[in-house]
């Protein structure tokens, strides 16, 4: 059974008078384990997508089913304990949360709001997962903003990882960073994923870098689905006329994985 599969999902905005479909009619599914990219050109749809899976935005119409449920229809406590298993990586951690916050409040949140450790176990659960990720515990009382760049994105990631999800989305979590540090984030991402089974919907404007981790791509143009297939035989040859401008623009395609 698949993890996620979204059905004919479609999502309006007004603007100018006029109705744009930001996202048009857009279906397909997610695997447990499975990475997952989205490309496309700047607003093509892909953060719009990712803001309907997380349910940060109500949808149109179509339908979103995730670990066998109807995700738009969940509330109360059933959405709560089903949101524990749906996490999120955006690009500027410090645009997503309080740069003054510690890099212990941050793993201690997602502990705390979804009941995982009591408060005696939680400091043990916060180094643990700072571990996961590769930083050290002398982290944990700095500020979110003190820290570098990698480091923020590697807490980031330890803070999706908090809750044991199945599904984390994430919305161009690589792209702010430098070409080593990008390297080596992606290396814990495909860890994490062969260590705990972790799906990753995987939004990217750089098709090196989803060559380099996804096993599947969907190619968005304008809102639709454009092309959609094995991550290396669409970037390596793409049928699609935007698969074929994208691939065309893409600087030097790595075609090794990091
Ligand atoms: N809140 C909003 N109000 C009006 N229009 C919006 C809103 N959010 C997104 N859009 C429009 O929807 C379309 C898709 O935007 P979206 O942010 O999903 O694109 P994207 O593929 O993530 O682009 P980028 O690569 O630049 O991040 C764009 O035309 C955008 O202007
Ligand atoms: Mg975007």
Redesign the pocket.
Known sequence: MSLLTISNLTKR?R?GGKT?A?VDDVSFHIDPGETLALA??????????ARLVLRLIESDAGRIEFEGNDFLALGGAALRARRARLQMVFQDPLAAFNPRATVARMLDDPLRIHGIASRAERPRRIAALLERVGLTTDLAPRAIHEISGGQRQRVAIARAIATKPSLIVLD?AVSALDVSVRGQILELLLDLQRQEQIAYLFIS?DLGVVRAIAHRVVL?EA?QLAESGDAHAVIDAPQSAIGKALVAAAPRLNRTRP
């Open positions: 905005y603007r744009i930001a496309g050109p700047s607003g093509s749809g892909k953060s719009t997508i161009e404007h968005l809102g």
